[in-house]
């Protein structure tokens, strides 16, 4: 018997916010730190509102209609280079039960794809040290590029 296929799409929030609702408490018990300070609380409303403003864009991964995995970006012009249309990933996440071979790859370039129909011109990942899955990013062409501090208050 052959393996259901998994089936990546661009979706529109309202299609695609019951399975985050679900995906994201896996996606967060497994990488978030500081998880006794820093509840889980996503703003819903907002990511519809960004979604309706054309800035946040969902791609889904779907394995018999089930959402199984994510990439959320946001796309907009650099606040430093208002002439380029820039990706900031906002998450990514594949359950754990399909990462194998190269579906988080495919999930990555089907988001590319449509992000260069756009006209963005620049993707910025970001990657935690904890949970680091840089050298996929390296192997798509992705070059390292900041680092990101933080500090709890």
């Given at each position: 018997?052959?393996?259901?296929?998994?089936?990546?799409?661009q979706?529109?929030?309202?299609?695609?916010?019951?399975?985050?609702?679900?995906?994201?408490?896996?996606?967060?018990?497994?990488?978030?730190?500081?998880?006794?300070?820093i509840?889980?609380?996503?703003?819903?409303?907002?990511?519809?509102?960004?979604?309706?403003?054309?800035?946040?864009?969902?791609?889904?991964?779907?394995?018999?209609?089930?959402?199984?995995?994510y990439?959320?970006?946001?796309?907009?012009?650099?606040?430093?280079?208002?002439?380029?249309?820039?990706?900031?990933?906002?998450?990514?996440?594949?359950?754990?039960?399909?990462?194998?071979?190269?579906?988080?790859?495919?999930?990555?370039?089907?988001?590319?794809?449509?992000?260069?129909?756009?006209?963005?011109?620049?993707?910025?990942?970001?990657?935690?040290?904890?949970?680091?899955?840089?050298?996929?990013?390296?192997?798509?062409?992705?070059?390292?590029?900041?680092?990101?501090?933080?500090?709890?208050?």
């Open positions: 018997m052959s393996d259901v296929p998994i089936v990546f799409a979706e529109p929030f309202a299609l695609i916010v019951a399975g985050l609702k679900t995906l994201t408490v896996r996606h967060w018990e497994e990488i978030a730190h500081n998880k006794e300070l509840k889980l609380d996503p703003d819903w409303e907002k990511y519809q509102n960004l979604g309706d403003m054309g800035i946040a864009h969902f791609t889904s991964a779907r394995k018999n209609n089930e959402l199984v995995g990439q959320i970006y946001f796309v907009m012009p650099h606040m430093h280079y208002k002439s380029s249309l820039t990706a900031i990933s906002d998450v990514l996440f594949l359950a754990p039960e399909v990462r194998k071979g190269r579906t988080g790859i495919k999930l990555i370039q089907f988001a590319e794809k449509n992000l260069k129909a756009i006209g963005v011109q620049r993707v910025l990942q970001n990657v935690k040290l904890s949970n680091d899955w840089g050298t996929i990013l390296e192997v798509l062409g992705y070059k390292p590029f900041e680092r990101i501090y933080a500090k709890l208050l």
